[in-house]
């Protein structure tokens, strides 16, 4: 290394140092080195682009001055910015780059006042890499291919896919989805910036819940840091944050996410929000932060029908490399309507019972795990109720069932109404057959088995029997 460059630079530092707090000084000017100095030019090595473009939008000023008292007023910085710190194999990989700041401000007066940019501290910098990047926390598998597409989501996943293409130059700015737990807006928003990086490698995306973003709040505004917190925000492209309900009654921080949110906005930033309500509905939101986002989209996501539940069970089965037999996946996707999130939790609990038993995954077995999952009943259904459903269901009358036909429609209706009222209700086999124009317990048995072995064979069977069961357990909650 030249020593030269080395003086001018140790020059530079002790007055940088008395300028800059300590820890901004630490990320953002030890990790730098002095290269090169070729008459009034001082080449110094940075760890990355980001340093670089960091440097140069924050400190531009403070390294022209100080460089200019060193070298006199036609001073010039270049970056060699670090691409590949190489191994022992390979020589580590920089580019040169004159500092395009550095250079528009160097045509200014020499008696420019020393006007310092705020410096930033980064609360998302990975601990251990030299390379000072923001880790913009997102999960690889939350992707729009991932996403389901479904009536009850559509709008907010094609408004989702529009903003990470074009992030900022849309009219989705905010794009605020909104829906209750479990139905993907953390997948929804998470997708987004994972799109955007696949994109724009080079836009700074950033996710963060709005309980952390609070909590780091917090934490700068004990250490008198919150133009920090500010300002590091402010240099995000795409800021993603999620469940913002939680901003309520949290007034300083939203007096900080409102500045945020201003300035990004105003720089063609793109600003990506989830909360579980409406905006309209959200309580203790100010209304400032609420008119504004009103100045975008508010899509919200809804509970899946039974098709998109099969259809996501299974892509869900199909990137885990899983197979099951097609009636259990129509099975849980019948009883599971709650969520998302419960659908793929049955999924979960299926399969570790599969492996655990060394069994595989039939629709026994997936009546027994999702017996868990299912909501036991609050209501007590008694064997009139499932008798009256049935009859309304295949629309035969409640006589003909407790006759002694022998029609196919009717025999197999009251065989249903036997397995149904031996399923979701607690009276024995001899009760079950004495409501049905009193019929012995064995008539009961072999009715239920009959319906198990139609399910097994008789497609359009089992679809009405599952639809049943379906309803049975609405009438039961
Ligand atoms: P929320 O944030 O609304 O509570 P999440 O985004 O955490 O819900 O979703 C819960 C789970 O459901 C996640 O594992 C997610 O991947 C999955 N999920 C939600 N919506 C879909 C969808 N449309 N397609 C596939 N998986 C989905
Ligand atoms: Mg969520």
Redesign the pocket.
């Known amino acids: 290394m030249n020593k030269n460059a080395e003086q001018v630079w140790t020059s530079c530092l002790s007055i940088i140092k008395d300028i800059v707090e300590w820890q901004h000084f630490r990320t953002w000017f030890e990790p730098i080195k002095p290269i090169l100095l070729k008459e009034n030019v001082l080449i110094i090595q940075v760890p990355s682009q980001f340093f670089f473009e960091y440097l140069e939008e924050h400190y531009v000023n403070l390294l022209s001055k100080t460089l200019k008292r060193e070298l006199g007023k036609d001073a010039q910085l270049e970056y060699r910015i670090m691409v590949d710190g190489g191994n022992n194999y390979n020589k580590p990989v920089t580019i040169d780059v004159p500092g395009q700041g550095y250079k528009s401000f160097s045509n200014n007066e020499m008696d420019f006042p020393l006007v310092i940019n705020n410096p930033v501290k980064n609360p998302f910098v990975i601990p251990g890499l030299k390379k000072m990047h923001i880790d913009p926390q997102l999960n690889a598998?939350?992707t729009f291919d991932?996403?389901?597409?479904?009536d009850?989501?559509r709008v907010a996943?094609r408004a989702g896919k529009t903003v990470a293409e074009k992030p900022g130059a849309n009219s989705f700015n905010p794009l605020v989805i909104y829906?209750?737990?479990?139905?993907?807006?953390?997948?929804?928003?998470?997708a987004i910036g994972n799109e955007v990086k696949r994109l724009h490698p080079n836009k700074v995306v950033l996710y963060v819940s709005s309980e952390k973003f609070i909590n780091q709040f917090i934490d700068h505004s004990r250490n008198n840091a919150i133009n920090d917190f500010i300002h590091f925000y402010q240099l995000i492209d795409v800021l993603i944050i999620?469940?913002i309900q939680f901003f309520n009654k949290a007034e300083k921080s939203q007096d900080a996410f409102f500045a945020i949110f201003n300035h990004l906005h105003q720089s063609g930033k793109q600003l990506v929000l989830?909360s579980?309500k409406s905006p309209k509905d959200l309580e203790g939101v100010q209304e400032r932060l609420l008119s504004r986002f009103r100045w975008g989209l508010s899509a919200d996501?809804q509970l899946?029908d039974y098709e998109?539940r099969i259809?996501?069970l299974e892509?869900?089965m199909k990137n885990d490399g899983l197979e099951m037999p097609k009636e259990v996946v129509k099975y849980i996707a019948y009883n599971i309507s709650s969520?998302?999130?419960e659908?793929?939790g049955a999924l979960i609990s299926l399969l570790a019972q599969s492996s655990l038993n060394r069994r595989e995954i039939d629709l026994e077995l997936a009546k027994k795990v999702l017996r868990n999952f299912i909501k036991t009943s609050s209501k007590e259904i008694t064997i009139d109720t499932i008798q009256k459903m049935v009859c309304d269901y295949f629309d035969v009358s409640y006589d003909k069932l407790l006759q002694k036909t022998r029609k196919r429609e009717i025999v197999q209706a009251r065989q249903i109404t036997m397995y149904l009222a031996k399923s979701f209700t607690k009276n024995s086999l001899k009760t079950i057959g004495e409501h049905f124009g009193g019929r012995d317990h064995t008539t009961v048995i072999h009715s239920c088995q009959t319906v198990k072995d139609l399910m097994d064979t008789d497609g359009v069977f089992r679809d009405n029997v599952m639809e049943l069961q379906q309803k049975v357990q609405l009438a039961a909650m």
Not at 146 to 150: L, P, R, S, T, V
């Open positions: 598998l939350y991932a996403f389901i597409e479904g009850c989501n996943r829906g209750g737990v479990g139905l993907g807006k953390t997948h929804l928003g998470q999620d469940d989830t579980d996501v899946p998109t259809e996501i892509r869900k969520n998302i999130r659908l793929e």
